[in-house]
């Protein structure tokens, strides 16, 4: 509704100052039914300027140059081409806006040439001018807009890339908490039911009272119970996919107990509650935090699985050191791949990828279940 006002206004000026014109320019053709329709046609494109700029440009422009090839008095007819090519430009419509400004000037120059004098020359130097007049700042509303998008989309892009890293690490610290809390709690949390068994059965043979077996039964009953809902906590922290990030480094770990490695495996190995045997085969060198860690929590991992599934009666440790990498294997007397698995394997897997390793998991040569990891060191 305002741009038909505005347009309506714009021709109503058109036709005042056209007809106000021939004041004092009497050789110019007279008004006939042509000119006036000629004449609205310059304002009344106007009407597409908003939703497609290049087509009121190519009407106001027509209708313009019909105007002024005609001989037509000279007025305000020329204002609304002028709108259109600035509209068109600056709306980002670069080869339509010149095409037309192209066109703005051709046609009063052909007509200079074919009607030479030193006032026509002038009339169409004047209006070359004004064209270029209208352009030029609307190339520069258009580079304005050009860039203004382009920050707005960066803007947007950076906020965007922000909160993906934000979901990243947020997933990433679901993994560390879904992995510290299996490989720490359900180790421990097995040894103490395994022990239980075990007391049970020597105050069984032994005929010690009641009260310390019932209390025994408790103790293998509660953990479990932890285990299971242990379980549960882990389905909840774990996403659909595995993550990519890894442990941080222990060094990182402002205000916290420093994280164990491979130099804590002995004392590891005295609490798993069977024969265990370590074997170290290279030059022994300290290995960086990640892989330390990683280290010690396959080990823990692959053990806790042997007392839980595998029923194995002993098992051995091999620590490998390359001189670009270390390999450690866990080998048990049990079951091999029948028994059952829960989510320590998965946990090993995404842990060891993290530091940029590769697990291999499986049936051993001798009988068993061997679990094998390779690290970068």
Same mark, same amino acid.
């Given at each position: 509704? #305002?741009?038909?006002?505005?347009?309506?206004? $714009?021709?109503?000026?058109?036709?005042?100052?056209?007809?106000?014109?021939?004041?004092?320019?009497? *050789?110019?053709?007279?008004?006939?039914?042509?000119?006036?329709?000629?004449?609205?046609?310059?304002?009344?494109?106007?009407?597409?300027?908003?939703?497609?700029?290049?087509?009121? +440009?190519?009407?106001?422009?027509?209708?313009?140059?019909?105007?002024?090839?005609?001989?037509?008095? #000279?007025?305000?007819?020329?204002?609304?081409?002028?709108?259109? +090519?600035?509209?068109? $430009?600056?709306?980002?419509?670069?080869?339509?806006?010149?095409?037309?400004?192209?066109?703005?000037?051709?046609?009063?120059?052909?007509?200079?040439?074919?009607?030479? *004098?030193?006032?026509?020359?002038?009339?169409?130097?004047?209006?070359?001018?004004?064209?270029?007049?209208?352009?030029?700042?609307?190339?520069?509303?258009?580079?304005?807009?050009?860039?203004?998008?382009?920050?707005?989309?960066?803007?947007?892009?950076?906020?965007?890339?922000?909160?993906?890293?934000?979901?990243?690490?947020?997933?990433?610290?679901?993994? +560390?908490?879904?992995?510290?809390?299996?490989?720490?709690?359900?180790?421990t949390v097995s040894v103490i039911a395994l022990h239980a068994a075990v007391a049970a059965e020597a105050l069984e043979r032994a005929g010690g009272p009641p009260e310390a077996a019932a209390a025994l039964q408790v103790i293998r009953t509660s953990s479990r119970q932890a285990l299971a809902e242990m379980k549960a906590v882990l389905g909840v922290l774990r996403p659909g996919t595995p993550g990519s990030g890894g442990p941080p480094p222990?060094?990182?770990?402002?205000?916290?107990?420093?994280?164990?490695?491979?130099?804590?495996?002995?004392?590891?190995?005295?609490?798993?509650? +069977?024969?265990?045997?370590?074997?170290?085969?290279?030059?022994?060198?300290?290995?960086?935090?990640?892989?330390?860690?990683?280290?010690?929590?396959?080990?823990?991992?692959?053990?806790?699985?042997? $007392?839980?599934?595998?029923?194995?009666?002993?098992?051995?440790?091999?620590?490998?050191?390359?001189?670009?990498?270390?390999?450690?294997?866990?080998?048990?007397?049990?079951?091999?791949?029948?028994?059952?698995?829960?989510?320590?394997?998965?946990?090993?897997?995404?842990?060891?990828?993290?530091?940029?390793?590769?697990?291999?998991?499986?049936?051993?040569?001798?009988?068993?279940?061997?679990?094998?990891?390779?690290?970068?060191?």
């Amino acid at each position: 509704m #305002k741009t038909l006002g505005l347009v309506c206004g $714009i021709a109503a000026a058109v036709y005042f100052s056209t007809i106000m014109a021939y004041g004092n320019q009497p *050789d110019a053709r007279p008004l006939d039914l042509l000119g006036y329709a000629l004449l609205g046609a310059t304002a009344l494109g106007l009407v597409w300027l908003r939703a497609r700029p290049e087509a009121a +440009l190519a009407v106001c422009a027509g209708a313009a140059a019909a105007v002024f090839a005609l001989g037509y008095a #000279k007025a305000l007819w020329a204002l609304p081409p002028l709108i259109a +090519l600035f509209c068109a $430009i600056a709306a980002g419509n670069r080869r339509a806006g010149w095409a037309g400004a192209a066109f703005l000037v051709a046609v009063p120059g052909a007509a200079a040439i074919v009607r030479w *004098d030193a006032e026509v020359a002038i009339a169409v130097l004047v209006w070359a001018l004004l064209v270029l007049a209208a352009a030029q700042p609307a190339e520069v509303s258009r580079a304005r807009r050009a860039y203004t998008a382009e920050v707005e989309r960066r803007a947007a892009e950076a906020e965007r890339t922000r909160e993906e890293e934000a979901l990243r690490r947020a997933q990433e610290e679901r993994l +560390l908490v879904a992995r510290e809390l299996h490989d720490v709690t359900s180790h421990t949390v097995s040894v103490i039911a395994l022990h239980a068994a075990v007391a049970a059965e020597a105050l069984e043979r032994a005929g010690g009272p009641p009260e310390a077996a019932a209390a025994l039964q408790v103790i293998r009953t509660s953990s479990r119970q932890a285990l299971a809902e242990m379980k549960a906590v882990l389905g909840v922290l774990r996403p659909g996919t595995p993550g990519s990030g890894g442990p941080p480094p222990a060094d990182s770990r402002d205000g916290r107990q420093p994280m164990p490695g491979s130099a804590q495996l002995p004392a590891l190995l005295r609490t798993v509650g +069977l024969p265990v045997r370590l074997d170290v085969e290279g030059e022994q060198r300290p290995l960086p935090p990640a892989a330390d860690l990683t280290v010690y929590r396959v080990v823990q991992e692959a053990l806790t699985n042997t $007392i839980r599934h595998a029923g194995a009666t002993t098992a051995a440790v091999t620590l490998t050191y390359e001189p670009a990498a270390v390999t450690v294997r866990v080998d048990d007397d049990g079951r091999g791949s029948r028994a059952p698995r829960g989510h320590g394997l998965t946990g090993m897997a995404e842990r060891v990828a993290a530091v940029g390793g590769r697990l291999t998991t499986g049936n051993a040569p001798t009988g068993g279940f061997r679990v094998t990891a390779r690290l970068p060191a």
